[in-house]
């Protein structure tokens, strides 16, 4: 089983801008980005 410090459900603009800004401010984190659909970015909530 893997573990993350972090993990961030949804991959819309907030989840990939909030993704970003943690592995730009924190590098040592290790972080998990989850997604129902194929792509990123499809859908806005």
Not at 29 to 44: G, I, N, P, R, Y
């Amino acid at each position: 089983m893997t573990q993350s410090d972090v993990i961030i459900i949804g991959g819309g603009i907030i989840g990939l801008a909030t993704a970003h800004e943690l592995c730009r401010l924190h590098p040592h984190l290790s972080l998990t980005l989850l997604e129902k659909e194929e792509k990123l970015a499809q859908h806005q909530t």
